[in-house]
C-alpha cells in the first residue's frame, strides 16, 4: 500500500516537472514577446531558447481568424510583420507557434506545438517616431524659417518609401522649442507644417532650436517623440561686421604708429650724425 503510494506520488511529480520545464523550454513567455515599431516599420521580436524549435507567426486583428504571416517555421526570434499589418490603424495580436524541428512538412500538431499570444498593437497609434532632422533659415535680423524634414517611414506604397507624413496626415504636427542664448526661459511653439516661421525676436541675439514629432490624436504619455539635438542661429552678423571695422581701424593705427615711430627714429639718427660730421670737420687738423 505504502509502496503504491510512493510510486503514485512520483508519477504525480515526474508528471509535474515534465509539464513545467515543457512549458519553460517549449515556447516564448507570453511576456517576453513584444512589438518593436519605429516610423511604421512593426517588428515582433520574443525570446528563443537555444533549442531545435521553430517559430510560425500568426496574426488577427479581431482575435477570430488568424492569417498566417510570411514567418513559417523560422528558428529567428523575430518577424517582420511590416507588410503584413494592414490597415494601420488596428490593433493586432500575434501568436507565436512553437513546433520541434522534427520534421520538414508543416502539418500543425497541437500535441506538439504550443501557441503564445503576443500583447496587442496598434501600429498607427502606437509606432514610435525617430528624431527629427531640420535646418534654422534666417530670414532677417527678427525671424527665422525653422525647416524640418519629415522622417521617412517603413512603408512603401507602389515602390515609394511613405514618410510619416504620408502616413499620419493632418495628425502629425511638431513641436518647435526655442530659447535666447543666455537666458533660461523657453518658448514653444507647434507646427502643423515641416516649416515654421519664428518672429519677434530679438536683433542681434543667438536663439537655440529644438524640434520633436507631436502627435495630440495619441495618448497624452506617447504624443511627443524624441527632441532633436538643438541648432542655434549664427548671432548678429552686424555684430560681426562691426567687429571687423574695428579691427581695421586697429591695424591702420597700428601700422602708422609703427611708420611714425620709423620715421622719427631714422631723422634723429641722421640729424645726430650730420652734427657729429660738423663737429668734426670744425675741429683743427
Ligand atoms: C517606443 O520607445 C520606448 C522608449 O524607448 C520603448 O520603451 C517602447 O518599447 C517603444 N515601443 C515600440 C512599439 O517600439
Ligand atoms: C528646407 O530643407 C530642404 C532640405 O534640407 C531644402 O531643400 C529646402 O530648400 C529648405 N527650405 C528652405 C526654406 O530653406
Not at 29 to 46: A, G, Q, R, Y
Not at 58 to 77: A, E, F, T
Not at 140 to 150: A, C, F, L, W
Not at 199 to 215: E, P
Amino acid at each position: 500500500m505504502a509502496s503504491l503510494k510512493t510510486v503514485l506520488y512520483l508519477g504525480v511529480c515526474l508528471s509535474a516537472w515534465i509539464i513545467t520545464t515543457a512549458d519553460e523550454n517549449f515556447a516564448p513567455k507570453e511576456e517576453s514577446i513584444h512589438w518593436v515599431s519605429l516610423d511604421f516599420k512593426i517588428v515582433l521580436v520574443w525570446t528563443t531558447i537555444p533549442s531545435d524549435y521553430k517559430y510560425s507567426v500568426l496574426y488577427s486583428s479581431d482575435d477570430s481568424v488568424w492569417k498566417q504571416s510570411h514567418c513559417i517555421r523560422i528558428s529567428d526570434s523575430e518577424c517582420d510583420l511590416t507588410e503584413e499589418l494592414k490597415p494601420l490603424d488596428r490593433t493586432y495580436t500575434a501568436i507565436i507557434r512553437t513546433e520541434p524541428d522534427d520534421d520538414n512538412d508543416y502539418d500543425y500538431d497541437p500535441d506538439v506545438s504550443h501557441d503564445s499570444k503576443s500583447p496587442s498593437f496598434n501600429p498607427y497609434r502606437e509606432s514610435n517616431i525617430s528624431v527629427v532632422n531640420f535646418n534654422v533659415v534666417v530670414v532677417n535680423e527678427n525671424s527665422v524659417i525653422v525647416n524640418i524634414t519629415d522622417p521617412l517611414s517603413g512603408e512603401h506604397d507602389t515602390g515609394r518609401q511613405l514618410s510619416i507624413r504620408d502616413i499620419l496626415k493632418k495628425d502629425l504636427k511638431y513641436k518647435i522649442s526655442y530659447y535666447k542664448s543666455g537666458s533660461t526661459g523657453k518658448r514653444d511653439i507647434i507646427s502643423n507644417s515641416t516649416t515654421a516661421e519664428v518672429s519677434k525676436l530679438d536683433a542681434g541675439q543667438i536663439y537655440c532650436f529644438m524640434v520633436a514629432a507631436f502627435i495630440p490624436s495619441r495618448p497624452k504619455s506617447t504624443q511627443l517623440g524624441p527632441w532633436s539635438i538643438q541648432q542655434c542661429t549664427p548671432g548678429d552678423v552686424y555684430v560681426l561686421q562691426e567687429l571687423s571695422l574695428a579691427a581695421c581701424i586697429g591695424a591702420v593705427f597700428i601700422l602708422l604708429t609703427v611708420l611714425v615711430i620709423i620715421v622719427t627714429v631714422t631723422v634723429l639718427c641722421c640729424r645726430r650724425r650730420r652734427q657729429r660730421n660738423t663737429f668734426q670737420s670744425s675741429a683743427p687738423v
